[in-house]
């Protein structure tokens, strides 16, 4: 059992058919959030076709969420899928993250950092 499967109800920001929606427990910004399967699904490409179109949605759901306690200016959305890509918890999980003017120097880029060198062309 993954440890998203252990997470209370109450801490739930909200709720769908097919996912929830909390705060992550180490932010990399103020708001940062994840959208969580709530069946146990490895990642992105397990998902079924209805369950795409459902976190398309909830997706825009963590934005308005994000955007009633925060004033971001823009926004990374992120998905790891398999170990060399990063993903740690095994149990699909979409990040929501809120970017901020001056939260990097040189925001250019964004994703492509996350393979050594190749953020900058």
Partial sequence: MSVFSNIPEDLHLYRSTRFFIIE???????????IISRDEKLDYFKLTDEEKKELTELISKASQLIEEKYNPDG???????GEVAGQTVMHFHCHVIPRYKGD??????????????????
């Avoid at 926004?75 to 899928?81: D, E, H, L, W």
């Fill in 24 to 34: 992550d427990k180490y932010p990399v910004s103020p708001g940062h959030l994840l």
């Fill in 75 to 81: 926004y990374n959305i992120g998905m790891n899928c």
């Fill in 104 to 121: 990097m120097d040189d925001p250019r880029g964004g994703v492509r950092h996350s393979v050594i060198g190749k953020g900058y062309y």
